[in-house]
């Protein structure tokens, strides 16, 4: 928890383009966009797999899910988007904070790789 990019960036001790906050998550703009538009959005909770959620944290992730589309206007995601969530070694996960990807902003292909 204290080494993770997330948690820091929640604390203030790394900058970021934050978008919106509440008590529950944050949304920031990634650092290196893989669409046109590209946010992830963290719960504050610190845990790393769908598989560890404790009911606490599966609260937080339900407001993600719900704060997302009641933003869809201010974050310019009408034309569409895509959420991902990236688990463990096969998916890529980089950063072991749970955290839902928004890409939007342009058609988007459909292949794994
Ligand atoms: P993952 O690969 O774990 O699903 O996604 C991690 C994401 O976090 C990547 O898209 C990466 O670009 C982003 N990321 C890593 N470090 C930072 C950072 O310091 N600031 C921001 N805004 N994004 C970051
Ligand atoms: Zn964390």
Sequence with gaps: ???CIFCKIRKGEIPSQKVYEDDAMMIIKDIDPKAK???LCIPKNHFKLL???TEEDAAQLARCFKTIPALEKE???EGG???IV????NAGQ???HLH???LSGQKMGWTPA
Excluded: W
């Design 1 to 3: 928890m204290e080494d």
């Design 37 to 39: 538009n590209h946010f």
């Design 51 to 53: 598989s560890e959620m």
């Design 75 to 77: 974050l310019g995601l």
């Design 81 to 83: 988007y895509r959420l």
């Design 86 to 89: 990236n688990q463990g070694d």
């Design 94 to 96: 980089s950063v072991f």
């Design 100 to 102: 839902i990807h928004i």
